[in-house]
């Protein structure tokens, strides 16, 4: 089993553009009410990406257990032909 990726590679470029355009505004506007937009905006945009990618592995453990458990089921009606037969 490989190990997971915690962000995939548009997230992390989403996630440095943000920052860079952050900076250049920085350095651009200066430390100004517009700072603060500039701020709200990154701190938006990182967020949204940290949510979608809980929602990822959230997705990927439930798939897992429901592969288990659909492997469970099939093995189950063997399990119950068997012991009905023998008694």
């Known amino acids: 089993m ?16 943000t920052l860079v355009l952050f900076v250049v505004a920085v ?23 940290l949510m979608a990618q809980k929602n990822s592995v959230a997705a990927a453990k439930l798939d ?10 099939m093995e189950l009606p063997g399990s119950l032909t068997r012991d009905s037969s023998a008694g």
């Open 27 to 49: 350095f651009l506007k200066g430390f100004t009410h517009d700072l603060l937009l500039e701020a709200g905006v990154f701190l938006v945009s990182v967020k949204l990406i």
């Open 64 to 73: 897992q257990r429901l592969e288990r458990m659909e492997k469970l089921l």
């Open 2 to 17: 490989s190990s997971p990726k915690y962000i995939d590679a548009a997230s992390a470029a989403t996630v440095v553009i």
